[in-house]
Each structure stands twice: as structure tokens, then as C-alpha cells.
């Protein structure tokens, strides 16, 4: 869930005015830290290298009701040209 809502996150970096396709190509790291006990969580995400189609992202899921860090991970996606 938290993946699926991270990648789609990742639309916000598209600088360009096209919308592009892309699939999750590698998800690592993947840790939960915290049981999950909210419905609503707040995620960060980071940008952390282009290469051509390829682009990797970390992100973080933190508890809405108490600022807690709940799940953390990166992944990679295969943007379509």
C-alpha cells in the first residue's frame, strides 16, 4: 500500500507538461517500523538519481495523529518513452 502510494507520489517530479507511463520496477529496503494503527499517513519522498528512463526514489510513511516514522523503503522506476 505504501509502495503503490509512493510511486504514484512520484508523479510531482515530472517536469514536463506530458504525462508519462511508468511501472515499479524494483522495491528495496522495504521496513515496518512501527504497527500501523491510523488510517491516514503522511509520506516524504526523495528523488535520488535519474539515468535516462530509470529513476529511484526513498521514501518514508509517518503516522498522521503522532509524527511517527512507520514504514521506510526505495524503489525504481521504468518510465515509458
Do not use: C, P, W
Not at 30 to 52: P, V
Not at 57 to 78: C, D, H, M, P, R
Amino acid at each position: 500500500m505504501f509502495i503503490e502510494a509512493a510511486a504514484q507520489s512520484s508523479s510531482a517530479f515530472n517536469i514536463e507538461d506530458q504525462a508519462k507511463i511508468g511501472f515499479l520496477a524494483i522495491a528495496k529496503n522495504i521496513k515496518l517500523l512501527e504497527k500501523l494503527k491510523d488510517k491516514i499517513y503522511i509520506l516524504r519522498l526523495k528523488k535520488e538519481a535519474e539515468i535516462n528512463q530509470y529513476k529511484q526514489f526513498s521514501f518514508e510513511a509517518y503516522s498522521q495523529s503522532n509524527n511517527i516514522k512507520v514504514v521506510s523503503g526505495s524503489f525504481t522506476l521504468v518510465i515509458k518513452k
